[in-house]
T-cell receptor, first 113, second 114 residues
Framework: DVKVTQSSRYLVKRTGEKVFLECVQD?????MFWYRQDPGLGLRLIYFSYDVKMKEKGDIPEGYSVSREKKERFSLILESASTNQTSMYLCASSQARGQETQYFGPGTRLLVL | AQSVSQHNHHVILSEAASLELGCNYSYGGTVNLFWYVQYPGQHLQLLLK??????LVKGIKGFEAEFIKSKFSFNLRKPSVQWSDTAEYFC????????????FGKGTMLLVSP
C-alpha cells in the first residue's frame, strides 16, 4: 500500500512565524502535491512538484513556498503565517504524468493565532 | 480554467435509501474523473475513477458512477446506503494531458441516519 505521511497532525503557530509542513511518501512517486481543505471550499491546490527540485504553482500559491530536495519528501513553507492560513493541509503523491490516482496523507490541521 | 460543480453541499438520507450525488465539470477536452471519499477522521481515499471505456464505473463499497460526456457529468450512485457511508464526497477532474493535477469540487457531506 502507498503510504503518505505528514509530520504533524495538529499544529498551533503564531502570526508571523515561519512554518514548515513536511510530507513523505514511500512509493517512489514522481508527483507530489499540497492542498488546503476548508469547509465549503473543497480542496484547493497550492503547489505541486513533478520531479526533484521542480515546482509548479497551483491555484492558490500566494503566501506559500515549497521545497523538494529528495524524491520522497515535499515540504510546504509558510514564510510568515497569517490567521487566514488556518486550515487543514493535505499532501498527496502519484506516479508520473498521466492517468494516475493521487494518494493522500492524513492531513495537518494548522491553527494560526 | 476548469471547474467542478457538486450540486449538493449536504445530503441527509435514511439507511436503505438510494443515493445520487451530482457532479458537473467544465472542460472541453478529454478528462479523467474521480470520486474521493473522506470518512470522519480518516484520509481522503479513492472511491472510483473513470479514464476511458465503459462510462459506467464501479468502485468500492457498492458505489458506481456514470460518465455522460454530452452533459459533462459524472454522478455518483449507490442503490442502498448504510450508516457507515456517512462521509464527505468529492468529485475531481484531471485533463487527460499535461500534469496530473486535480481540480476538486467543494464536496458533499452525506449523513445517513440509522
Amino acid at each position: 500500500d502507498v503510504k503518505v505521511t505528514q509530520s504533524s497532525r495538529y499544529l498551533v503557530k503564531r502570526t508571523g512565524e515561519k512554518v514548515f509542513l513536511e510530507c513523505v511518501q514511500d512509493m517512489d512517486h514522481e508527483n507530489m502535491f499540497w492542498y488546503r481543505q476548508d469547509p465549503g471550499l473543497g480542496l484547493r491546490l497550492i503547489y505541486f512538484s513533478y520531479d526533484v527540485k521542480m515546482k509548479e504553482k497551483g491555484d492558490i500559491p500566494e503566501g506559500y513556498s515549497v521545497s523538494r530536495e529528495k524524491k520522497e519528501r515535499f515540504s510546504l513553507i509558510l514564510e510568515s503565517a497569517s490567521t487566514n492560513q488556518t486550515s487543514m493541509y493535505l499532501c498527496a503523491s502519484s506516479q508520473a504524468r498521466g492517468q494516475e490516482t493521487q494518494y493522500f496523507g492524513p492531513g495537518t490541521r494548522l491553527l494560526v493565532l | 480554467a476548469q471547474s467542478v460543480s457538486q450540486h449538493n453541499h449536504h445530503v441527509i438520507l435514511s439507511e436503505a435509501a438510494s443515493l445520487e450525488l451530482g457532479c458537473n465539470y467544465s472542460y472541453g477536452g478529454t478528462v479523467n474523473l474521480f470520486w474521493y471519499v473522506q470518512y470522519p477522521g480518516q484520509h481522503l481515499q479513492l472511491l472510483l475513477k473513470y479514464f476511458s471505456g465503459d462510462p459506467l464505473v464501479k468502485g468500492i463499497k457498492g458505489f458506481e458512477a456514470e460518465f455522460i460526456k454530452s452533459k459533462f457529468s459524472f454522478n455518483l450512485r449507490k442503490p442502498s446506503v448504510q450508516w457507515s457511508d456517512t462521509a464527505e464526497y468529492f468529485c475531481a477532474v484531471n485533463p487527460n494531458s499535461g500534469y496530473s493535477t486535480l481540480t476538486f469540487g467543494k464536496g458533499t457531506m452525506l449523513l445517513v441516519s440509522p
